[in-house]
């Protein structure tokens, strides 16, 4: 059907055409009368009137659209939630998202803004799959701006990260609770230029620090399930049981399953695994695997919400990063522990 025009509204409220305007576009500054009022919005819901949203963004500047761009996030099986939590937050507020990945080409990345900034979108939401320094382009810095999963020293705008401190805290605590302060030792490689690595150990430490306990030891290896796999049975074949392992990711505690199984040893009458991530390894394996989720959709929507947010002197404004937020403003995103079979009180 043929769009139902702003002309046609007024002649059915029996209105100018202006005064139709101000009425659909919200305007209480204007000299008109609650009666015209109500006939503009009655017409306008008996004809079926949508604005045309290009129109106004023209006049306005402002086109409710926001993009994400990212390097790898809307391929990778884990960080699609991120764009999932984005479009949520998006749509709660009437605005359309455009997401683009580079692929972590600069080439990719440079004409995906520039399509973007041909349609005036109202802001960015720049992201990573691993949480990790950024180098932001300069295209989208003079704009509303939010960083999702990653950080600019340079730029003093809002930065959205998970809390992996704290989930380190969980997943020792966990331990700690359930009885072990001996025999705890980490499974993964240990690279200090890896946020979430770094992050993690300083959080376990913190807590076992704590609760006068301490790592007994690191099994160090790729953070893959065949690497977990073989430095657990190495482990094991030394004739040293560990009472307890944190593995830095599902995918390790997969193969370290697989190694204490294959040794004949009980999860967790034997030895407890915690580990990080709460993919879905952790709800397949037997045991369950008690793991500290990664907060995917509620990064992907703060960051929109955050992005959108009107300012308090405002009522369309996105947020002014800058101003707003501070040089040191930074989101923690809480990462939930999945409690479940894997962790038991330590065997006598």
Known sequence: ??????????????????TASFVLNGRLDMRISEDARQRVVRAAHELGYRPNLVSRGLRTKITHTVALVSDTIATEPYAGEIVHGSLAAALAQEHL???????????????????????????????AMYTRPARVPTRIREHPLVLLNCTAEDLAVPRVLPDERAAGRSAAGALLDAGHREGIYLVGEQIPAVFAARERLEGINEVLHARSAALAGSLACKWWPE???????????????????????????????????????????????????????????????????????DMGRIAV???????????????????????????????????RASVGPPSR
């Open 1 to 18: 059907m043929p769009r139902v025009t702003l002309t046609e509204v007024a002649r059915r409220a029996e209105v100018s055409p202006t």
């Open 97 to 127: 998202l455009y997401v683009g990945e580079t692929e972590d080409d600069p080439e990719v990345e440079a004409r995906l803004i520039e399509h973007f900034l041909d349609r005036q979108v109202d802001g960015f939401v720049y992201a």
């Open 227 to 297: 690497a977990g796999y073989e430095v657990v049975s190495r482990f094991l074949r030394t004739g040293r049981r560990p009472g307890a392992l944190i593995c830095y990711n599902d995918r390790i505690a997969l193969g370290a399953y697989q190694a204490l199984q294959e040794a004949g040893l009980d999860i967790p009458g034997d030895t407890s695994v915690v580990s990080f991530d709460d993919s879905d390894l952790a709800s397949w394996l037997r045991p369950k695997l008690t793991s500290v989720a990664l907060p995917h959709y």
């Open 305 to 339: 919400e955050l992005l959108l947010s009107e300012r308090s002197d405002e009522g369309d404004g996105l947020v002014d990063a800058a101003a707003d937020a501070g040089v040191d403003d930074v989101v923690w995103v809480p990462m939930p522990l999945r409690q």
